[in-house]
């Protein structure tokens, strides 16, 4: 028998849950894949319909993590597989190596001694980072991570020699774990559904097609743009935006549920180029705007002011080039006022939905629905964007839910 | 008594070409009496902080400070029993944030200010190891872990029976003579899992009979709360018949407008008395303890709502008036009555017409108070037209959104299959009665031309509205009144105004569940009853572990008040964000440590600087204020204090350090758990000491306030009126002192505003009394 909490998954949902639990006196785990914690949130610029920065909330967590002596975390690790039952699970963690020691403080010298350049996985590729670097400037832990596969050893010798003695480490071999945890909470939440899927709005085709997490990106001031949203073929300023609002949700052929975020997430960019440049036109082709709710109302009742952004109600078919260079047009329905439209806007930007990361990177000993959305079970518990599609809001609320049902599991078995 | 402390002083990172730290030790071991003092290339190195520990032990030090990088970086090293650690941020404050560029015309001016800027870090960090003191918690004993859930509905019961199941005792207080809510008056429900293409049998009844079944649940119906007093871990709960009027009613507060006679002159303090006790008349004094009260550690609110009716004037132009146009709730009750009959004749119907948007053509919203419940609802009810009339029955839909998000998106379909229901987009310009028909006026339909639908009757998806918006519901017997503060903020929902903290209350170890909160469907209800049957029972084991609950949960300090001199003034308990403090008979606050959240608010208000923590307090910041030096004969060294929320604008300055980013070297920046907590003690405290400027840099307020702390930038920013004046007094410039609202992600922008500030005061020329 465990007295212990594992959460698959330092997002937002799993950094709730386990902070929640431990607040309760329960010893937990958290696994994350990635090198730092705060998952998809982190890549975001704002909230809707607040606006406020995400690091703002991550932080405080980050601070309750810092100084709970019954967190443990693992970043750069996977859960390979669970055995067991409720009150006594196996789990077993593959742990990759960062290729610096614990005592990097994410000083610059390493930084300034690598020389190559590869494309910014963190920006989507719309900048390069070094060899060793920060994922971005808010990550925790506050380490850097030394990319081993594809740097050269001389480079890394060149890194080394830079670095205090014994901050980097390019010996590290991965290492598997086992923990015995009572209890499962699964917040491996989503990723941005893959836009080359979809045929029809051609987003390799065409430079400035891009996604909403581009969005996100560009708009941060730490994002490869420097906070400007600005079109990928000649980093200029659009002058006219296009959203294409359902682009794989609401459909049979991709995700056949409605991703939830993505209509207040394309309001929220709005208010981005707005803040940006006050003439900017944005057009927006949806099939129903959900903004469900007092709040997320008022927040579309304010852009509906804003007579330079235009609704309307169809979804886009087709993505084809513009009369200007650079520029597409967005070829739809128009539901209301009949007919075929074709709006040329110099940045199309697609409002990409959320695919359960459960759909294409299942765990061993987990259960999944059809759309790759965990099943719950005793004593494995999912919350977030891995049970459901849902806001922040509705993320913390069912993270806080898991993190009792985990408690619950312990003191059920206990006792 | 004086502590014996070690300075250690990290000189890697480019802190060593920054600064001579030399000199910092020099400064530490002579000037500062420190015991040692010692440099180390790898100080946050395993060797680095084993030295550390090793030298406490062999030295044995009391005090430490480590000189390096941010604080926001922590050390399970140096935790270290006994010893008092403060950390100085030499890398992110000094080195990294005020380069020298190789081509500066005034290098060394200029590494003289550096130099001068890391000695004022080291004097601040060894003035404070030296004040400090350890936190004592305040641990609650005989917590009680009971929890309180008022409301008896599906969101209530669920927030028992999770309670129950996590092994707490729950009483369930529910107005009504039975349980269930509104969930017990439904025909059907909307799916609560997959499948989720039809309608599910209500589940009502399954959770009542677990909740009357379950020992550990107490259910009390035609009951409730008079009052709640005391704090988490300790309510003393006060119960009544409903609908009746007790002693222990919690007595309110006279309003703003109460408070002042017909000309806005403030009344005496006699006459306030008079009227509030006229007010209160027959109400038992918040104070006076109940002896019959139940204890209780902590609270769940799960009233729920109330159907949104319109008033006669409204939706004129949907016929609201007409017996056939009746709202969704009353079209549940004929449904669950059996097949459903027109009101006003008593025909079965067979045509219904469903209403999502009010707005005609001019607005596209759904009704106020609704959200996607009443989509959803709406869709529900078209399947029960459906379900009466398989042959001939006919639901038509309009609607301007529909929503129906994530999987209930799976609902949606099932219900497009059905081909009795028809659904379009569009915009209802009038319902007129037509020959004991309705007729259903729709424009801009997706059909592509405007529609008119003769019906039975007109379903209205009105929406729900918080009970919250009524009533105080929790009836806290507290100094600051019975209610939730300012829920107008939020349409009267018993909201959080965070996103990522949707539990936060502003009263401690209460915690609102369900359509109280937001409209949710049963669903979500439920998984919210949850998360706040979890923040309950965890409010407790903070109350008992005398620690502080979110956001600063690693907190064990808790604020001590010097009563001696305490003269009522009242700011401090009328201040509190979140209500933490009564007053007794001569209005001495009373202090409650587990309603407290910390932030030092109280601390911050208080005149007479009688309220501190053990490592924060007005002595403490004061002093380290003192411990900057003031050249007093040099117009190039002006000094800048600047308080910084250690929450938002402190990262956000160590953010910019790491970009590079430089300000101005002539300010000292001191991180405050929020700007609540400045006193302007602190300000004058540095302008007497020849300082020339000060800088308060806090989270955003107003509607959208980003403050952790609620209202603690925005108080901070009302004392600055009172800083202005007695500067002016002073014949000093109040532009001297300024607050400025900063975003954690601002960092980009945060020298600038530094910078800009630190040339105004440059242009203002040296604070007047320098020297003095």
């Known amino acids: 028998m465990s007295e212990s909490i594992l959460v698959i998954g330092g997002g937002f949902s799993g950094l709730t849950a386990a902070v929640e639990a431990a607040e309760m006196g329960y010893e937990v785990f958290i696994v994350e894949k990635e090198a730092y914690l705060g998952g998809r949130v982190a890549q975001l610029n704002k909230y809707f319909p607040k606006l406020c920065p995400p690091t703002c909330g991550l932080e405080i967590n980050f601070k309750r993590i810092q100084t709970n002596p019954k967190i443990t975390y693992y970043t750069l690790a996977d859960v390979e597989s669970i055995s067991g039952n409720p009150g006594n699970f196996s789990v077993s963690i593959r742990v990759n190596p960062r290729g610096t020691t614990p005592q990097c403080t994410n000083c610059k010298a390493g930084e300034a001694a690598a020389t190559s350049e590869v494309p910014n996985e963190f920006n989507f590729g719309m900048d390069t980072r070094k060899a060793i670097y920060m994922p971005h400037p808010m990550a925790f832990p506050n380490q850097c991570v030394l990319d081993l596969a594809n740097t050269s050893p001389d480079e890394i010798e060149a890194i080394k020699a830079a670095m205090p003695a014994g901050h980097i480490d390019q010996e590290q071999q991965a290492e598997t774990i086992t923990l015995n945890v009572g209890a499962i909470v699964v917040a491996t939440g989503w990723k941005p559904y893959d836009a080359e899927k979809i045929d029809n709005l051609k987003i390799g085709q065409f430079d400035n097609v891009v996604t909403n997490m581009m969005v996100e990106r560009m708009a941060s001031p730490s994002g490869p743009t420097g906070g400007k949203v600005v079109r990928p073929s000649d980093k200029e300023e659009p002058k006219t935006v296009g959203f294409v609002q359902c682009a794989g949700s609401r459909d049979v052929n991709h995700l056949a549920f409605c991703s939830q975020i993505c209509c207040m997430a394309t309001l929220k960019q709005v208010t981005y180029l707005r803040e940006q440049n006050p003439d900017i036109e944005a057009y927006i082709f949806y099939i129903d705007m959900r903004a469900p709710g007092a709040r997320y109302e008022k927040f579309y009742e304010k852009i509906k002011q804003d007579d330079k952004v235009h609704f309307i109600k169809g979804k886009v078919a087709d993505i084809i080039p513009g009369d200007a260079p650079g520029s597409v047009k967005l070829v739809a329905e128009d539901t209301l006022g009949g007919g075929r439209i074709e709006q040329e806007v110099e940045l199309a930007v697609l409002a990409t939905g959320m695919q359960p990361v459960g759909a294409e990177s299942p765990i061993p000993g987990i259960e999944y629905d059809a759309d790759g959305f965990v099943v719950p079970k005793e004593g494995i518990i999912p919350c977030g964007c891995s049970k459901r599609p849902a806001d922040v809001v509705s993320s913390a609320q069912s993270a806080t839910a898991a993190a009792l049902k985990a408690v619950q599991t312990l003191v059920r078995r206990a006792g | ?772």
């Not at chain 2, 994530?406 to 009038?430: H, N, R």
């Not at chain 2, 539990?503 to 569940?513: M, S």
């Not at chain 2, 002595?619 to 003031?630: F, N, P, W």
Request: aromatic fraction near 8%.
């Open chain 2, 1 to 772: 008594m004086s502590k014996k402390i070690g300075v250690y002083i990290f000189t890697g990172d480019g802190i060593a070409d920054a600064i001579d730290v030399d000199k910092l030790v020099e400064l530490a071991t002579g000037e500062l009496g420190c015991a040692l003092a010692k440099t180390h290339p790898d100080l946050f190195s395993p060797e680095g902080l084993a030295m550390i520990k090793a030298d406490c032990e062999s030295e044995e030090l009391n005090g430490v400070v480590v000189a390096g990088i941010s604080p926001r970086y922590t050390f399970d090293e140096l935790n270290i029993p006994g010893v008092y650690v403060e950390r100085a941020s030499l890398r992110e404050l000094v080195a990294w944030s005020h380069e020298i560029p190789e081509d500066a015309e005034n290098k060394d001016a200029q590494k003289e200010h550096v130099q001068e800027l890391a000695e004022d870090y080291i004097r601040m960090a060894v003035t404070k190891v030296q004040k400090a003191e350890f936190p004592e918690p305040d641990c609650l004993e005989d917590a009680s872990d009971k929890i309180l859930v008022i409301g008896g509905g599906i969101t209530g019961m669920t927030a028992a029976l999770e309670a129950a199941d996590a092994g707490k005792e729950v009483t369930i207080v529910e107005r009504e003579p039975e349980l269930g809510g509104f969930a017990a008056k439904l025909r059907k429900q909307l799916p609560l899992g997959p499948d989720f293409s039809g309608l599910q049998e209500p589940v009502v009844a399954d959770l009542i009979s677990k909740v009357t079944g379950n020992s550990l649940i107490t259910v009390k119906t035609s009951i409730e709360v008079a009052r709640i007093a005391g704090v988490p871990g300790q309510f003393r709960v006060s119960l009544k018949a409903a609908g009746t009027k007790s002693e222990w009613d919690a007595p309110v507060p006279l309003t703003e407008e109460e408070l002042v006679d017909e000309n806005g002159k403030e009344l005496s303090a006699e006459d306030q008395k008079k009227k509030y006790d006229e007010k209160n008349e027959g109400r038992k004094d918040y104070m006076e303890e109940d002896p019959n009260a139940e204890i209780h550690g902590a609270v769940v609110v799960a009233s729920g709502w109330r159907p949104y009716v319109p008033g006669d004037e409204e939706f004129t132009h949907l016929g609201w008036g007409n017996p056939d146009v009746i709202t969704n709730v009353q079209f549940e009750e004929l449904a669950k009555a059996g097949k459903v009959k027109r009101p006003s004749d008593g025909k079965e119907v067979k045509n219904v017409a469903f209403i999502l948007s009010p707005g005609a053509k001019d607005d596209d919203a759904d009704f106020p108070y609704a959200g996607a419940v009443t989509s959803l609802v709406a869709l529900k009810q078209a399947k029960y037209v459906r379900e009466d009339n398989p042959e001939d029955g006919k639901a038509f839909i309009f609607y301007q959104h529909m929503r129906t998000p994530g999987k209930y998106e799976y609902f949606y379909k099932g219900i497009q299959d059905d081909p009795g229901i028809f659904l379009t987009k569009g915009a209802v310009t009038e319902v007129a009665a037509d020959g004991g028909q309705l007729k259903v006026n729709v424009e801009n339909t997706i059909l592509g031309e405007d529609i008119a639908v003769d019906v039975d009757l007109v379903v209205l998806s009105t929406g729900m509205v918080p009970t919250t918006k009524d009533e105080p519901v929790i009836n806290l017997a507290y100094r600051q009144g019975p209610a939730f503060k300012d829920l107008d903020l939020f349409d009267g929902y018993c909201d959080s105004n965070f996103i990522c903290f949707p539990y936060e209350t502003r009263r401690t170890g209460i915690y609102a569940a369900g359509a109280v909160k937001r409209t949710m469907t049963m669903a979500e209800s439920m998984e919210d009853a949850a998360g706040a049957s979890l923040k309950a029972i965890q409010s407790v084991v903070a109350a008992s572990e005398g620690r502080a609950v979110h956001p600063r949960t690693w907190d064990f300090d808790y604020p001590d008040f010097y009563f001696q001199r305490c003269t009522q003034c009242k700011r401090c308990t009328e201040e509190c964000p979140f209500g933490a403090l009564d007053d007794d008979e001569k209005g001495t606050p009373k202090p409650n440590p587990s309603r407290c959240r910390r932030c030092g608010t109280c601390m911050g208000a208080c005149p007479e600087r009688i309220i501190g923590f053990k490592d924060y307090n007005i002595d403490i910041v004061g002093s380290m204020i003192k411990a900057i030096e003031v050249p007093d004969d040099d117009d190039d060294k002006l000094r800048i204090i600047c308080f910084a929320c250690e929450n938002d604008a402190y990262p956000a300055l160590d953010m910019a350090a790491r970009k590079g980013l430089s300000w101005s070297p002539l300010v000292r920046i001191i991180p405050v758990r929020c700007l609540g907590s400045v006193n302007v003690s602190w300000i004058k405290d540095a302008m007497s000491s020849g300082m020339d400027g000060a800088l308060l840099l806090g989270c955003k307020y107003g509607d959208d306030y980003q403050c952790h702390f609620v209202k603690g930038s925005e108080l901070c920013n009302l004392r600055m009126d009172n800083v202005a004046e007695s500067l002016n007094s002073l014949g000093m410039e109040q532009e001297r002192v300024k607050l400025l609202q900063v975003a954690i992600d601002e960092y980009d922008k945060i020298p600038e505003m530094i910078n800009e500030f630190a040339q105004e005061v440059l242009d203002l020329g040296p604070n007047p009394f320098k020297g003095w």
